[in-house]
């Protein structure tokens, strides 16, 4: 019923993916560049030492097929599940050197019908059959989850994080 009346490009629109897009694309030439630039320098200091030439090639070749990856995970589309909340829970982790305390949210979710958006609007059917998936989830949204209910949630492409609750 929800997915009927909403505006799906609207909040495509709203999730600013070209922004994270373009954003990812400098990053991965920066880190091209940055890459080429440090193996220029240690061929320089480096010249008889082969050892460290293929350590630092092959620690920039790294760096930069994780940056490949994490661009290509920002084409796909982002995806709207409906289904039951079955649990929820918290996850704290305490940083022993200064106390400090990072709070980690997940909720599990029997994903009864999904599908994927794009820019114009368009739902493309993703699953057919019920599945269960563990999303992470924002603190503010976390309140709000109340296991047994029916929820429309909007998932981010590239990390399974839930972007907001419809």
């Not at 084409?75 to 990072?102: C, H, L, M, Q, W």
């Not at 993703?126 to 989850?145: A, G, T």
Request: hydrophobic residues 45%.
């Amino acid at each position: 019923m929800i997915a009927q009346m909403t505006n799906w490009s609207e909040i495509y629109r709203s999730l600013q993916l070209d922004t994270l897009k373009t954003s990812g694309i400098w990053m991965y030439i920066a880190s091209v560049v940055s890459g080429f630039i440090m193996i220029f320098l240690a061929g320089l200091f480096f010249r008889n030492e082969a050892t460290v030439l293929y350590f630092v090639v092959g620690i920039v070749v790294l760096i930069v097929l994780y940056f490949q990856w994490r661009l290509l995970l920002l084409f796909k589309s982002p995806r709207v599940f409906t289904g039951r909340i079955y649990d929820k829970y918290e996850k704290r982790r305490v940083n022993d050197a200064d106390g400090s305390e990072k709070l980690y949210c997940f909720v599990k979710m029997e994903v009864v019908s999904s599908f994927s958006i794009d820019k114009y609007g368009n739902t493309h059917d993703w699953n057919e059959q019920p599945i269960r998936v563990q999303l992470n989830c924002p603190s503010h949204l976390f309140e709000y989850m109340v296991k047994g209910t029916e929820v429309t949630l909007l998932i981010m492409p590239h990390n399974d994080y839930i972007a907001r609750m419809i």
